[in-house]
């Protein structure tokens, strides 16, 4: 996601002309879920993927089409055929995607930068009909845009796409203006990770990328306000409503409204960050390591001699500080998680003193199993008593149990159970797994 975040901000900020493409559905195994992100220039290599290769030169064929009208389209692809026909072809995902397409606009950034500056949202837009494709030949599948899809979802949407007709986009013309602050907000501008580490709290006034909003959508933000409209009252009540709730639970998804079409809600979070505390020469595999992942690293260390930018040059920052001073260097929230890996028994037993009674969602701890009980029981003899709930979301030792034992073995089990617990898995064995890998829809449904 980085790369395509970074490959779209460069070809807005040099002006050139390209498509952007979205997964708004996914059904089945598939090789990437809702929210995928794919870069198309009009001249050059695309940057990203949106499945194992199975679709990205029908996607590219059908993106030309878009940055030559200027009209985005939406593409469905349907490879849940039950023998291997499709594995022949090298298409047996065994799922379905619907694919946005949409040539690139300023919004696009606008929305990259409010996540890179560590605000929570959601983006509402309108979808054109569905044009359901043949996997295998590229060509039109059977059914006409408007017709039911599998779902029993009618795919036509029944508002009108900003600029239908005409294909040249436009500006939302009601609705709060997409610029405006929240009620109670400062207008001191966009808020974002500064000295102390902190993320944006509030609405930003700009994007950066053009205040506009090019396109017809709604933004929801975590405070409960939104700007922008998608064309009614009405409409907008409704998928307002909606995209509150997926917010809360970090869904990204189409959403079907029965006699209004169908709109895809985009939840924007923060990249969740891996604070390292600890900065000796275990840590350096896994700040490498957690980097391509999309974590911004975070190295916190008192020492000078280590705590060093140049010995992390994948780290988003690198703090020297002790552990009582950690909070106010770095904010400790719940997409946060930690690994305490000083070497020194004062220095963790600090640092873990430090992020105890705040809503991280993992902390690990370097070492066997008898030291972190030592370091608990340090925390007990300074009138610390770990509850219940801050007791299971220490993970001594730390890593899921890969047998490994260099550095970089270490790092990779350890970023293992970071990733387990960042989704909600046990880290078994995917053999050994009931049911698909992937969430059903109902399964969804019932996260909310």
């Known amino acids: ?57 029908d996607v590219l064929a059908v993106a030309a089409e878009v940055i030559a009208t200027g009209r985005p389209r939406r593409v469905g692809y349907d490879m849940t055929a039950d023998d291997d026909a499709l594995w022949g072809l090298g298409l047996g995902c065994n799922g379905a995607v619907d694919v946005l397409i949409e040539p690139l606009q300023s919004g696009h950034g606008q929305v990259l930068r409010w996540r890179e500056q560590g605000h929570r949202l959601a983006v509402v837009v309108p979808l054109p009909p569905l044009e359901p494709r043949d996997p295998a030949g590229a060509e039109p599948a059977a059914g006409a845009a408007g017709d039911p899809d599998a779902s029993g979802a009618v795919a036509g949407c029944g508002t009108a796409w900003p600029g239908e007709g005409d294909g040249v986009p436009r ?95 985009e939840v924007v979070l923060p990249p969740p960050v891996l604070l390292v505390c600890g900065a000796g020469h275990d840590a350096v595999p896994v700040v490498e390591t957690a980097a391509p992942l999309g974590y911004d690293v975070v190295v916190a260390d008192s020492r000078p001699s280590f705590a060093r930018p140049d010995r992390f040059p994948r780290a988003r920052r690198v703090v020297r500080t002790h552990p009582e001073d950690l ?74 149990d890969t047998g490994g034992e260099t550095p970089e073995e270490i790092a990779c089990s350890l970023l293992a159970e970071v990733q387990a617990v960042r989704y909600g898995r046990k880290g078994g064995f995917l053999r050994d797994r009931p049911g698909p890998i992937h969430p059903r829809a109902e399964e969804e449904r019932a996260r909310g």
């Open 1 to 57: 996601m980085e790369a395509v975040t970074a490959a779209i901000l460069a070809a807005l900020e040099e002006g050139r002309a390209g498509a952007v493409a979205t997964i708004t559905r996914a059904r089945g195994s598939t090789y990437r879920r809702e929210g995928a992100r794919m870069w198309i220039p009009a001249a050059g290599e695309p940057v990203g993927s949106l499945s194992g290769g199975c679709l990205e030169g």
């Open 171 to 265: 500006e939302a013309g009601d609705g709060a203006a997409p610029g405006a602050l929240p009620p109670g907000t400062a207008g001191d501008g966009a808020t974002g990770a500064g000295a102390t580490g902190a993320r944006g709290t509030g609405r930003p006034a700009g994007g950066g990328a053009g205040r506009s909003v090019p396109r017809r959508q709604l933004v929801v933000w975590a405070d409960g306000s939104s700007e922008g409209s998608l064309g009614s009252p009405e409409l907008d009540a409704h998928c307002a409503a909606a995209a509150r709730q997926w917010l809360a639970a970090g869904r990204t998804g189409t959403l079907a409204v029965p006699g209004g079409g169908e709109f895809f809600i």
């Open 327 to 400: 909070r106010r260097h770095v904010t400790l929230d719940d997409r946060t998680f930690v690994v305490i890996m000083t070497h020194n028994f004062l220095q963790d037993a600090g640092f873990l003193e430090a992020v105890l009674d705040s809503p991280v969602r993992y902390i690990g701890l370097l070492g066997p199993r008898h030291r972190a009980e030592r370091l608990l029981e340090e925390l007990r003899r300074r009138g610390i008593e770990p509850a219940e709930e801050q007791l299971a979301r220490i993970h001594a030792p730390v890593g899921l």
